[in-house]
């Protein structure tokens, strides 16, 4: 495992202890403090590894490995396709993955919940499609969210299985409450399911308090992506790609749809990437068309929620286009999104070939102003060690002043960027990289299939490439690499191996 801080640019002071001082440090930045066992970088493949507040000094990995996985002949099971974490709760889809009780079912996936108790991360379940259908894909996407509502603690899980049904798709949620397991609350298609719609191909999920809420309560929200959606109202019956937003209401509670789902223009694939932060959901697709040269090079296009309307349903409305000035054809933009509401947007485009071949782009958008219905980027990040092939981009991640974002292709085993927001938007340096730890025998996996961030956790998928056993899930504290107080003018490489 390598760690490279760039902090040449770098000027805040740090404290000079790690473990005495992470308030001080976070101050610094301009942060309040976020409690070190929420420190974590994590870096899903085929198998699992965490880190906890006792490994910050050596930084030194646990393996939370998938157990007991369905695959005929050990073929890869894509566990780190999908990668979601909030709080304790640690996420991971493995669509791949054989039937329960008959392996020659192929792919009908599986999800895996991991669950930090102590200093350590146990399985604490494995879930499964109610049918499990062959290529249904049972993990490709999948979203968690913690919260509460009138009966005590409440978390959520929405899982995407887009090859459902001959590809129509669709969303499956899962609840628990305090001492209890997961179990499946209900599933959710689109009203006119057609086959290749590929409805849960991307979901995203928060809770939060809605700024024109009615009820005065928290709530939970779940958006799901079909990129191959038709629009109904096209003679033409073209692929535009749509979003559904689902909201829990009423008592009993209700999951109901949105009044309409969002609909792109003709061939836009809306929807291959969506990312929820509040009040905002931001849907990606790699063909959204530029109007300043009329061309398909992808975007995103920003919702926002407007109102609670009679009856405890919400409103939602699209904002801006997110799309990059001066974009070129086939770049990818699009292929992933992020969001923090009300103030950044990211999308990666990981075939860009300006730098090198396919080497990629993330570009970074200020959502906290703007005129128009369309916005252009505030930012591009390329960083240094980009070369052809890097697909930087991939997958993206943002969460305060901090991103995160893949380049599977930049190494052997792929790697991560860091990268933090000054005080001005739009003011971004990068603050280092990671590559993922030896292993021994090697592996291979595609690092950064998948990246979720929150406080200063993030999340990265690698699915292996080969047999079930190829492959890795790495945990690291962001805060224990990167915001150590031992950088100022240091370019440090540091390494560690497998335990």
Same mark, same amino acid.
């Given at each position: 495992?390598?760690?490279?801080?760039?902090?040449?640019?770098?000027?805040?002071?740090?404290?000079?202890?790690?473990?005495?001082?992470?308030?001080?440090? %976070?101050?610094?930045?301009?942060?309040?403090?976020?409690?070190?066992?929420?420190? /974590?970088?994590?870096?899903?493949?085929?198998?699992?590894?965490?880190?906890?507040?006792?490994?910050?000094?050596?930084?030194?990995?646990?393996?939370?490995?998938?157990?007991?996985?369905?695959?005929?002949?050990?073929?890869?099971?894509?566990?780190?396709?999908?990668?979601?974490?909030?709080?304790?709760?640690?996420?991971?889809?493995?669509?791949?993955?054989?039937?329960?009780?008959?392996?020659?079912?192929?792919?009908?996936?599986?999800?895996?919940?991991?669950?930090?108790?102590?200093?350590?991360?146990?399985?604490?379940?494995?879930?499964?499609?109610?049918?499990?259908?062959?290529?249904?894909?049972?993990?490709?996407?999948?979203?968690?969210?913690?919260?509460?509502?009138?009966?005590?603690?409440?978390?959520?899980?929405?899982?995407?299985?887009?090859?459902?049904?001959?590809?129509?798709?669709?969303?499956?949620?899962?609840?628990?409450?305090?001492?209890?397991?997961?179990?499946? !609350?209900?599933?959710?298609?689109?009203?006119? =399911?057609?086959?290749?719609?590929?409805?849960?191909?991307?979901?995203?999920?928060?809770?939060?308090?809605?700024?024109?809420?009615?009820?005065?309560?928290?709530?939970?929200?779940?958006?799901?992506?079909?990129?191959?959606?038709?629009?109904?109202?096209?003679?033409?019956?073209?692929?535009? #790609?749509?979003?559904?937003?689902?909201?829990?209401? #009423?008592?009993?509670?209700?999951? #109901?749809?949105?009044?309409?789902?969002?609909?792109?223009?003709?061939?836009?694939?809306?929807?291959?990437?969506? /990312?929820?932060?509040?009040?905002?959901?931001?849907?990606?697709? !790699?063909?959204?068309?530029?109007?300043?040269?009329?061309?398909?090079?992808?975007?995103?296009?920003?919702?926002?929620?407007?109102?609670?309307?009679?009856?405890?349903?919400?409103?939602?409305?699209?904002?801006?286009?997110?799309?990059?000035?001066?974009?070129?054809?086939?770049?990818?933009?699009?292929?992933?999104?992020?969001?923090?509401? #009300?103030?950044?947007?990211?999308?990666?485009?990981?075939?860009?070939?300006?730098?090198?071949?396919?080497?990629?782009?993330?570009?970074?958008?200020?959502?906290?102003?703007?005129?128009?219905?369309?916005?252009?980027?505030?930012?591009?990040?390329?960083?240094?060690?980009?070369?052809?092939?890097?697909?930087?981009?991939?997958?993206?991640?943002?969460?305060?002043?901090?991103?995160?974002?893949?380049?599977?292709?930049?190494?052997?085993?792929?790697?991560?960027? %860091?990268?933090?927001?000054?005080?001005?938007?739009?003011?971004?340096?990068?603050?280092?990289?990671?590559?993922?730890?030896?292993?021994?025998?090697?592996?291979?996996?595609?690092?950064?299939?998948?990246?979720?961030?929150?406080?200063?956790?993030?999340?990265?998928?690698? =699915?292996?490439?080969?047999?079930?056993?190829?492959?890795?899930?790495?945990?690291?504290?962001?805060?224990?690499?990167?915001?150590?107080?031992?950088?100022?003018?240091?370019?440090?490489?540091?390494?560690?191996?497998? =335990?």
């Amino acid at each position: 495992m390598r760690y490279r801080l760039d902090l040449s640019r770098r000027t805040n002071n740090r404290c000079v202890r790690r473990l005495l001082c992470q308030d001080s440090v %976070l101050a610094a930045m301009g942060r309040t403090f976020v409690p070190l066992v929420s420190l /974590a970088i994590l870096i899903a493949a085929g198998s699992a590894f965490a880190v906890g507040p006792e490994d910050l000094l050596t930084a030194t990995p646990r393996v939370l490995a998938a157990s007991n996985p369905s695959s005929l002949g050990n073929q890869a099971i894509g566990f780190g396709a999908a990668v979601a974490l909030d709080g304790t709760l640690l996420v991971v889809g493995a669509p791949n993955e054989d039937k329960s009780t008959d392996t020659s079912v192929s792919q009908v996936g599986a999800v895996y919940v991991f669950e930090r108790q102590g200093f350590d991360w146990v399985e604490i379940q494995k879930l499964r499609a109610d049918e499990e259908l062959a290529f249904e894909q049972f993990g490709f996407s999948v979203a968690v969210a913690r919260g509460f509502d009138g009966d005590g603690p409440l978390d959520y899980i929405v899982v995407g299985a887009p090859g459902y049904q001959n590809s129509s798709g669709r969303a499956y949620l899962f609840h628990r409450r305090t001492g209890e397991g997961f179990v499946l !609350e209900g599933s959710f298609s689109q009203e006119n =399911p057609d086959a290749g719609d590929l409805f849960g191909q991307s979901v995203a999920m928060d809770f939060f308090y809605p700024p024109n809420t009615q009820s005065g309560n928290y709530q939970f929200f779940f958006a799901v992506g079909a990129p191959f959606d038709r629009d109904p109202d096209d003679v033409g019956n073209q692929q535009h #790609g749509s979003v559904q937003v689902f909201q829990r209401t #009423g008592g009993p509670p209700t999951w #109901g749809p949105s009044p309409l789902p969002f609909f792109g223009e003709p061939n836009d694939n809306l929807g291959g990437a969506l /990312a929820m932060s509040e009040f905002n959901i931001l849907a990606a697709g !790699e063909n959204i068309e530029d109007p300043s040269q009329g061309l398909l090079f992808g975007g995103g296009l920003l919702i926002t929620q407007v109102n609670q309307l009679p009856g405890g349903d919400f409103n939602y409305e699209p904002v801006w286009e997110l799309i990059p000035s001066a974009a070129a054809g086939f770049a990818g933009i699009g292929a992933s999104a992020a969001v923090q509401a #009300g103030t950044i947007a990211a999308l990666g485009a990981p075939l860009d070939d300006e730098v090198a071949f396919n080497a990629g782009k993330v570009y970074i958008f200020d959502i906290s102003g703007g005129i128009g219905p369309v916005l252009t980027e505030a930012e591009i990040l390329t960083p240094v060690e980009l070369v052809s092939g890097s697909q930087f981009g991939t997958s993206v991640a943002l969460s305060g002043n901090l991103l995160a974002a893949s380049a599977p292709g930049a190494s052997a085993d792929g790697m991560i960027f %860091l990268f933090e927001q000054g005080e001005i938007p739009g003011d971004w340096t990068q603050i280092g990289f990671i590559e993922p730890p030896p292993i021994n025998p090697p592996f291979t996996c595609i690092e950064g299939a998948s990246i979720t961030l929150q406080g200063l956790t993030a999340g990265v998928g690698c =699915p292996s490439r080969g047999s079930v056993a190829d492959g890795g899930t790495f945990a690291y504290f962001v805060g224990g690499l990167f915001f150590d107080g031992f950088e100022t003018g240091d370019t440090t490489v540091w390494s560690s191996s497998q =335990p």
